[in-house]
């Protein structure tokens, strides 16, 4: 089974300063689909990244990046010039056939 | 991506009792999921909802517990049936949209006393 590890359970971080957090995964899939989700304390799910597994290039989004090693089976998130709006449990996700499978999240503290 | 609403925000339900949590989306589309976060924890997901047929539930999930209904395309409900303090959860549904991504209603924050 398919199953995704977040290491870190807590995470913090300068204002202004750069933030990596870890996600590893187990697949025997060569097609599919990781994610990045930020829930900020009103719950809400939030879309950070996306990205495809066929897909050599890692994803960007303004100050949010990915490092996918692929044959490493890791899939890290990368925040630059942290704000104080970055503050959340960030959760990994893998996905297979449409199902989401998310890793138990790392809680990132941002300090002004 | 799709505007996703739940209705009730949240709710304080006494035990025994259910309560019926609605998912509505601004567009139709063909995925629909419950997930379940318990306090602290993960989401984990409860059931495929699908459309005109029986919802697909995940393994520890059953129908008697969380009979879901999607009579169409853009609405689905998700009912927590004979409930007991366990149950309290935060209870999202998500649809899948453009590029195989899920999007997330804001979520049902359920207290069972």
């Known amino acids: 089974a398919q199953t995704v590890t977040q290491s870190q359970p807590e995470m913090s971080v300068q204002e202004a300063e750069t933030v990596t957090l870890s996600c590893t995964y187990d697949?025997?899939?060569?097609?599919?689909?990781l994610f990045w989700y930020k829930q900020p304390p009103s719950r809400q799910m939030i879309l950070v990244i996306r990205q495809e597994a066929y897909k050599q290039q890692n994803a960007t989004e303004n100050r949010f990046s990915v490092n996918f090693q692929k044959a490493a089976k890791s899939f890290s998130l990368k925040i630059s010039d942290s704000q104080l709006g970055d503050a959340a449990m960030y959760f990994c996700a893998y996905q297979e056939s449409d199902k989401l499978i998310f890793g138990t999240g790392t809680r990132l503290q941002v300090f002004p | 991506s799709a505007v996703i609403s739940q209705k009730p925000s949240r709710d304080i339900c006494q035990r025994g009792t259910s309560l019926t949590i609605q998912c509505q989306v601004d567009s139709q589309v063909t995925m629909m999921f419950w997930y379940r976060q318990q306090p602290g924890q993960s989401l984990t997901l409860i059931a495929t909802?699908?459309?005109?047929?029986?919802?697909?539930?995940e393994s520890g999930f059953v129908i008697d517990k969380f009979p879901i209904s999607r009579p169409n395309l853009t609405f689905s409900t998700l009912t927590v049936s004979n409930m007991s303090p366990e149950d309290s959860s935060i209870y999202l549904c998500s649809v899948v949209g453009v590029q195989e991504t899920q999007y997330f209603g804001p979520g049902t924050r359920l207290l069972v006393l």
């Open positions: 697949t025997s899939e060569s097609d599919y689909y």
């Open positions: 909802a699908n459309q005109g047929s029986e919802a697909t539930y």
